[in-house]
């Protein structure tokens, strides 16, 4: 890709336009964080089990893949711009429709709407973004990608204010921490109406042709990337999604693990460029799942303090696993476009919507059986969350084995995006 000017016109502001996307992704990342710290909430007040909490959580991880796909379609053809509206919109009626959901199917369907909001998000800002800053893409996506753990900052610790000012005697305060998100979906969305965007449809390179990019999304490596995606997002985000579950009995505060992850992913990510100008990105891919491997194992038998360690390891592994899968389609597979990018990020959280109920229902299962052992209380929570995180380690494992193999054939595959 090159450096888009919209036309030539001088009134165009890539750090503008790069502020408003991290605006945007950062509230993505606050209903993710927000709505993962209030599932006990949301189970306590509609009496909903694990599994259901999982599918409420899931629709999130379905909306998403429907708006990267949809939006990757018309991106050639409409640019970021109605896109984003698309994202404002969702966001705005989500948000206001879980306020007042009456239980789980009113659940089910604004959260759908919030994550047809974060695919959209996604499917307007990382095109936009790769081709503003066209030579040094993996490192820009992943200064972006900053707001996601830093917007799960934001979030958690604004869940935690609202609960320690109005959240006394056990009063739920789950509606006010949706509604304090409209604040900044209020300000990107006056940013998108007052900000020019790139007009893509003057750029006539293959990479906006959509016939074109769904062929070249008929290769072997392009849908190996797509399925390692969704192991990569479900690894990351559904371990997250389900860290108060898995660890509140651990003898560590999840809110602490909690800001431990996203914080050494914000900076990590931040300072990717001389990490991927190192390793490239299939060997930053490679150091991610060896690390993360090491880390889901040290999670599911730490206690105590080692838990702290333990996510460290986690963080430093997990950090760099979205970005540089978006970058490595941007830059290994050039011919895919936007299109390309939006179904690998849609794959990620396909994923993620099939696994999250069925996290769900292995905690279920896993504190059934040491019900059945004849634990009880913290013993039987702390069980459930090593077992269930047992489990999650076949997804890192998988893949370290498939990065692996990348790295040793990732000359063959330069040269193929060089040639394009």
Not at 21 to 45: H, K, P, Q, W, Y
Not at 132 to 159: C, E, Q, R
Not at 234 to 259: D, H, K, M, R
Request: charged share 10%; aromatic share 10%; hydrophobic share 55%.
């Amino acid at each position: 890709m090159v450096a888009v000017t919209a036309g030539g016109s001088e009134d165009l502001r890539p750090n503008r336009l790069f502020v408003l996307s991290c605006v945007a992704l950062c509230v993505t990342a606050m209903t993710f964080a927000i709505r993962a710290g209030m599932l006990n909430d949301l189970g306590a007040e509609f009496a909903l089990t694990k599994k259901q909490l999982g599918w409420t959580a899931g629709m999130a991880f379905f909306g998403f893949p429907v708006a990267t796909v949809l939006g990757g379609l018309i991106y050639n053809a409409t640019g970021p711009r109605l896109i984003m509206i698309f994202a404002f919109i969702g966001h705005l009626v989500g948000l206001a429709l879980t306020i007042f959901a009456g239980g789980f199917w009113g659940l089910m369907i604004s959260t759908f709407l919030v994550g047809f909001a974060n695919g959209s998000v996604e499917a307007a800002c990382n095109p936009m973004i790769a081709t503003m800053y066209s030579n040094d893409k993996t490192t820009m996506l992943n200064k972006f990608h900053v707001w996601f753990p830093g917007g799960i900052v934001v979030g958690s610790l604004a869940a935690l204010a609202i609960k320690s000012l109005f959240g006394g005697d056990g009063r739920p305060t789950w509606q006010l921490e949706i509604a304090i998100m409209i604040i900044p979906t209020l300000i990107y969305g006056w940013m998108i109406f007052t900000t020019k965007f790139p007009d893509v449809a003057l750029d006539k390179s293959d990479e906006t042709d959509t016939g074109k990019n769904l062929k070249a999304m008929i290769s072997p490596l392009f849908i190996g990337i797509a399925i390692l995606m969704t192991i990569t997002a479900t690894t990351e985000l559904g371990t997250q999604q389900w860290v108060g579950s898995l660890l509140e009995s651990s003898g560590a505060n999840p809110l602490i693990i909690l800001a431990i992850v996203t914080g050494l992913m914000a900076v990590g990510r931040y300072f990717a460029g001389p990490l991927v100008h190192a390793l490239n990105p299939v060997g930053v891919l490679l150091f991610s799942a060896v690390m993360t491997t090491l880390g889901v194992f040290l999670l599911s038998i730490a206690t105590g303090g080692m838990t702290y360690v333990a996510a460290i390891v986690f963080a430093i592994g997990v950090c760099y696993f979205w970005p540089t899968m978006i970058g490595f389609v941007s830059e290994y597979l050039p011919k895919t476009g936007a299109l390309g990018m939006s179904i690998v990020g849609g794959a990620g959280m396909l994923g993620l919507f099939a696994w999250t109920p069925v996290i769900g229902g292995w905690i279920d299962a896993a504190t059934a059986k040491a019900e059945a052992a004849g634990l009880e209380g913290n013993a039987v929570t702390l069980m459930a969350g090593q077992d269930t995180l047992s489990k999650i380690l076949i997804f890192p494992i998988v893949l370290t084995v498939a990065f692996a193999i990348l790295f040793v054939l990732r000359k063959r595959f330069t040269l193929e995006a060089a040639n394009d």
